[in-house]
């Protein structure tokens, strides 16, 4: 009898876990559990809202998916409940289906925030799937007033989108400046003036206090928390996101206030469960979720790996054509005890962030060519105390003259 591995969700963590499992045990049976019928990137979910790419240019596995990886895939039905003791998962249709090894990989879903009158309203929705995008492409048509609530990376592509729409839209967010995990706030200006020249409002450091509905519990107002009102026909919100486990309340697996809690190996506090992705609530990117989902997998089938990936956090953007990268933390400070270099010229902009020789956070703008060279720096773990030549102008060349013990020697 072949070992049955059951994987549940369908995005980025999941289906790369059903290829890493296949791809590492031939004969097993992999049942894949999906509430969507169907595989989509929610990355390029804007380029579904402005017209540049139809359902097939989003999704991001193979026509033959299913025989090619030799998955049984329960589409449209969700996960329910879990019986650790016995096993198996329970599906909201009843059936119970049994497991050697789960991998839990159900994502987030969108959070409406605490805010007055908002759950009554009925023009409000989030950024999450396809169905959202389809009742915001009539949006589109119809708005005048559209308010973005969030100005992180699902935010900024869902104004992106509207933009190439023709649509302007009016963005707000409680955080000081936009994108304020990936970028400082030198960087975000550069965006938040582009937007800015194309009509963009922007709000920061403010909240949505509460919305003011009609009769018809349609939003016409919002109010912000410093008495701001704005004119208000649709809201999307893109910022509270919430992980997806619900059905494991009862379970007993060990869950934090953010989500599922797994290891480096994606083990949960259960030998035979592992997780991946966004269920963990704290919102890894799209390549995260991917390698969080073949190292679980590949712990499944008795391969051991780690996540060793020092920058989880590694972000590479382009808006309105301007390029970002940006590695780590960027927004520590000098009296935390970090060393912060700059570069800037007219239209680009480097920081690195160190402390004791090592490189913790990186960030680039206008000009990504310095990022091979700085991912070798992290990647080979090098002091860069001991680099004699300003960290900026360190190239490719340099590696080649590289002592037995990484020091850099510049003596050519």
């Not at 995005?11 to 969507?36: H, M, P």
């Not at 019928?37 to 998916?65: P, T, W």
């Not at 940006?326 to 690195?352: C, M």
Request: charged share 25%; aromatic share 8%; with cysteine.
């Amino acid at each position: 009898m072949s070992m049955r591995y059951v994987v549940l969700g369908s995005s980025a963590a999941g289906v790369n876990g059903v290829r890493e499992l296949r791809k590492l045990d031939k004969t097993c049976q992999i049942t894949l559990i999906s509430k969507d019928e169907a595989i989509y990137s929610r990355c390029i979910l804007h380029q579904y809202l402005s017209g540049k790419r139809d359902m097939k240019g989003i999704c991001f596995v193979e026509d033959n998916f299913e025989e090619l990886y030799g998955v049984d895939w329960i589409k449209g039905l969700a996960c329910t409940g879990l019986n650790r003791q016995d096993k198996y998962v329970i599906l909201e249709d009843g059936q119970h289906i049994s497991y050697y090894k789960l991998l839990i990989a159900t994502g987030s879903h969108s959070f409406i925030p605490p805010i007055k009158n908002l759950r009554e309203a009925k023009n409000a929705i989030g950024f999450r799937n396809v169905d959202d995008i389809e009742v915001l492409k009539d949006v589109a048509r119809t708005c005048k007033n559209i308010i973005v609530m969030g100005s992180g990376l699902v935010g900024i592509d869902c104004t992106t989108g509207f933009l190439e729409l023709g649509v302007k839209v009016t963005l707000v967010d409680m955080a000081g400046w936009l994108l304020n995990k990936q970028l400082d706030e030198e960087a975000a200006n550069t965006y938040k003036k582009a937007f800015a020249e194309r009509g963009i409002a922007q709000y920061y450091g403010v909240g949505v206090s509460e919305v003011i509905l009609d009769e018809e519990n349609n939003i016409t107002e919002a109010v912000l928390t410093d008495g701001t009102r704005l004119p208000c026909d649709f809201m999307v919100l893109t910022a509270g996101v919430r992980s997806n486990v619900e059905f494991l309340q009862d379970s007993g697996i060990e869950l934090s206030r953010f989500g599922l809690v797994y290891d480096e190996t994606g083990k949960t506090s259960d030998d035979n469960i592992y997780g991946a992705g966004d269920v963990s609530g704290t919102s890894p990117i799209w390549p995260v979720a991917v390698k969080e989902g073949m190292i679980a997998a590949s712990n499944m089938a008795g391969v051991p790996r780690k996540m060793t990936d020092f920058f989880a956090s590694k972000s590479t953007m382009n808006f309105l054509g301007i390029a970002s990268m940006s590695l780590g933390d960027v927004n520590l400070t000098e009296e935390e005890g970090y060393q912060i270099e700059t570069r800037k010229t007219a239209d680009t902009y480097k920081k690195i962030v160190h402390k004791d020789g090592k490189i913790v956070g990186a960030l680039l703008q206008g000009d990504l060519a310095y990022g091979g060279v700085l991912q070798q720096l992290i990647a080979r773990n090098i002091d860069i105390s001991k680099v004699k030549k300003p960290i900026f102008d360190v190239d490719y060349s340099d590696f080649f003259h590289m002592k037995e013990n990484f020091e850099f020697d510049y003596n050519k």
